[in-house]
């Protein structure tokens, strides 16, 4: 018996033994293509060797200095690297050691600048209702993720939430794609003038969702509105790219394809793609300036932020996205995989949307497409397509509550940059397969309970 409290101490775990290139192998040898890099994060698959290396070379030189005594040189190479990818006006970053972290930081840096800058009455979050921005309480409250939330609901700090940017579901029948995003962006002004817009502190997004409502990019207008509302009121605009950041959707940054610039950025995941476990915070100018010319520090800190580790597999796993033009292939394969999912899903009966940007890509289940009805909550659909699609040999990132944090099913997939057509043509193989037998048991076992149920 395992003495580890696992995230399901009921789930029955195989043990992973290894892993190379886009599969990873379990202790009796099974393999299986990871199709989702776990939770977005393996964007180079595993064991690749310059990342390897790199890790070796770093713990041979220095493994730790704490971060209150020393710099170091391998976190500054990394800042300047970060810097010289970034847009400009990001000129700065703070090193942590993953998503919840960097997005913790980026909250209490947004109200620290306000602090700085002589508004402190400013404390109101707003973020986006069907969104995730961690598991730590400042970040779960921000976040709208509702099943994540509920339990924890009175220790959670009041923050507000307005309408995703969710088209398939929410656009109404006669409003285009653009004036749908300018409604629900101007939800934002709304919420601002009901809370006293010099009240509030910043605006928090995924730029694309991720695992709550399963790659959802926003529609054309979107973010340029929500830029202009946060400019108008003087209120910074967060971008969490945890997970879709890092070249994942086909640009390093997802916000790139937006045509705007945030103050803050989270990003996390694809930056050390699962090597070590580092995160960072993108700071704009401006809001660096308020503390440097302030306070002259920011008034936070972990034991293992800007860790040397951390900090040479996030080199290493950028120079080789960057020497190997991988986000060319992520584009490519990206493009064909959405090719493979609609030819393999468009005509399906319970499949009701293909969406997402890059390597970075959802299927949305629905009980009848026509309608968009989901399929019950108790069926735990997404949990038997995990399940049918492992027993293929495939990983994939399933969740349900895609709606509103209870309807709903979808499958992301977040393959590694580094995969191939030939592996896509089988990942939507298995895909295609592992879906059809989950819907099929699925209704199978729902029949005989409802029959037991009635009888
Ligand atoms: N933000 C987003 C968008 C995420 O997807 C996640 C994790 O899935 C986080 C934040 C939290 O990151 P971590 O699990 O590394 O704390």
Same mark, same amino acid.
């Given at each position: =018996?395992?003495?580890?409290?696992?995230?399901?101490?009921?789930?029955?775990? +195989?043990?992973?033994?290894?892993?190379?290139?886009?599969?990873?192998?379990? #202790?009796?040898?099974?393999?299986? @293509?990871?199709?989702?890099?776990?939770?977005?994060?393996?964007?180079?698959?595993?064991?690749? !060797?310059?990342?390897?290396?790199?890790?070796?070379?770093?713990?041979?030189?220095?493994?730790?200095?704490?971060?209150?005594?020393?710099?170091?040189?391998?976190?500054? $190479?990394?800042?300047?690297?970060?810097?010289?990818? *970034?847009?400009?006006?990001?000129?700065?970053?703070?090193?942590?050691?993953?998503?919840?972290?960097? =997005?913790?930081?980026?909250?209490?840096?947004?109200? &620290?600048?306000?602090?700085?800058?002589?508004? *402190?009455?400013? $404390?109101?979050?707003?973020?986006?209702? &069907?969104?995730?921005?961690?598991?730590?309480?400042?970040?779960?409250?921000?976040?709208?993720?509702?099943?994540?939330?509920?339990?924890?609901?009175?220790?959670?700090?009041?923050?507000?939430?307005?309408?995703?940017?969710?088209?398939?579901?929410?656009?109404?029948?006669?409003?285009?794609?653009?004036?749908?995003?300018?409604?629900?962006?101007?939800?934002?002004?709304?919420? =601002?003038?009901?809370?006293?817009?010099?009240?509030?502190?910043?605006?928090?997004?995924?730029?694309?969702?991720?695992?709550?409502?399963?790659?959802?990019?926003?529609?054309?207008?979107?973010?340029? $509105?929500?830029?202009?509302?946060?400019?108008?009121?003087?209120?910074?605009?967060?971008?969490?790219?945890? =997970?879709?950041?890092?070249?994942?959707?086909?640009?390093?940054?997802?916000?790139? +394809?937006? /045509?705007?610039?945030?103050?803050?950025?989270?990003?996390?995941?694809?930056?050390?793609?699962?090597?070590?476990?580092?995160?960072?915070?993108?700071?704009?100018?401006?809001?660096?300036?308020?503390?440097?010319?302030?306070?002259?520090?920011?008034?936070?800190?972990?034991?293992?932020? /800007?860790?040397?580790?951390?900090?040479?597999?996030?080199?290493?796993? +950028?120079?080789?996205?960057?020497?190997?033009?991988?986000?060319?292939?992520?584009?490519?394969?990206?493009?064909?995989?959405? $090719?493979?999912? &609609?030819?393999?899903?468009?005509?399906?009966?319970?499949?009701?949307?293909?969406?997402?940007?890059?390597?970075?890509?959802?299927?949305?289940?629905?009980?009848?497409?026509?309608?968009?009805? !989901?399929?019950?909550?108790?069926?735990?659909?997404?949990?038997?397509?995990?399940?049918?699609?492992?027993?293929?040999?495939?990983?994939?990132? !399933?969740?349900?509550?895609?709606?509103?944090?209870?309807?709903?099913?979808?499958?992301?997939?977040?393959?590694?940059?580094?995969? *191939?057509?030939? &592996?896509?043509?089988? @990942?939507?193989?298995?895909?295609?397969? #592992?879906?059809?037998?989950?819907? #099929?048991?699925?209704?199978?076992?729902?029949?005989?309970?409802?029959?037991?149920?009635?009888?």
């Amino acid at each position: =018996m395992s003495k580890i409290l696992h995230r399901s101490i009921h789930a029955d775990l +195989q043990v992973a033994a290894g892993g190379l290139g886009v599969e990873l192998f379990d #202790a009796d040898g099974k393999t299986y @293509i990871d199709a989702c890099g776990g939770a977005a994060v393996s964007c180079l698959g595993h064991s690749h !060797p310059d990342v390897l290396a790199a890790l070796h070379a770093q713990l041979d030189k220095l493994a730790y200095a704490h971060t209150g005594f020393f710099t170091s040189e391998i976190a500054e $190479r990394l800042a300047d690297r970060l810097i010289s990818d *970034s847009s400009n006006g990001i000129d700065y970053v703070y090193l942590v050691s993953g998503g919840s972290e960097a =997005m913790e930081a980026a909250l209490k840096m947004a109200r &620290q600048y306000f602090v700085e800058k002589g508004e *402190s009455q400013r $404390r109101h979050i707003i973020a986006r209702r &069907q969104s995730y921005h961690g598991n730590t309480l400042g970040v779960l409250a921000a976040g709208g993720n509702e099943w994540r939330r509920a339990q924890f609901k009175p220790l959670l700090v009041e923050t507000h939430h307005i309408a995703p940017c969710y088209a398939y579901r929410d656009r109404l029948a006669g409003e285009n794609e653009y004036q749908y995003g300018e409604r629900v962006a101007n939800e934002l002004e709304a919420k =601002m003038l009901e809370l006293g817009p010099d009240e509030v502190i910043a605006f928090v997004a995924e730029t694309v969702v991720g695992a709550t409502a399963g790659a959802v990019p926003a529609v054309e207008g979107y973010f340029k $509105r929500i830029r202009e509302i946060c400019d108008r009121y003087g209120v910074l605009l967060i971008l969490d790219e945890v =997970m879709c950041g890092m070249g994942r959707t086909g640009t390093l940054h997802a916000y790139k +394809q937006e /045509g705007i610039v945030p103050d803050l950025v989270a990003i996390a995941k694809g930056l050390g793609g699962g090597y070590q476990p580092v995160g960072a915070v993108l700071i704009g100018r401006h809001v660096y300036d308020a503390f440097a010319t302030g306070s002259g520090f920011f008034q936070h800190g972990h034991t293992y932020m /800007g860790h040397p580790l951390a900090a040479a597999a996030a080199l290493a796993v +950028q120079d080789v996205i960057r020497e190997h033009g991988l986000l060319d292939n992520v584009v490519r394969m990206g493009n064909l995989l959405d $090719r493979r999912l &609609q030819e393999r899903f468009h005509q399906h009966h319970h499949i009701g949307d293909i969406r997402g940007r890059g390597l970075f890509r959802a299927i949305e289940l629905v009980a009848d497409r026509g309608d968009k009805s !989901p399929f019950d909550p108790a069926r735990k659909l997404y949990a038997a397509v995990k399940r049918e699609a492992m027993a293929r040999g495939l990983m994939v990132y !399933p969740m349900g509550g895609t709606i509103d944090g209870v309807r709903g099913d979808h499958v992301l997939l977040a393959p590694p940059f580094i995969v *191939s057509a030939g &592996q896509i043509d089988t @990942i939507v193989e298995r895909l295609g397969d #592992a879906v059809d037998a989950a819907i #099929a048991g699925s209704v199978a076992d729902h029949d005989s309970l409802s029959q037991v149920a009635v009888g």
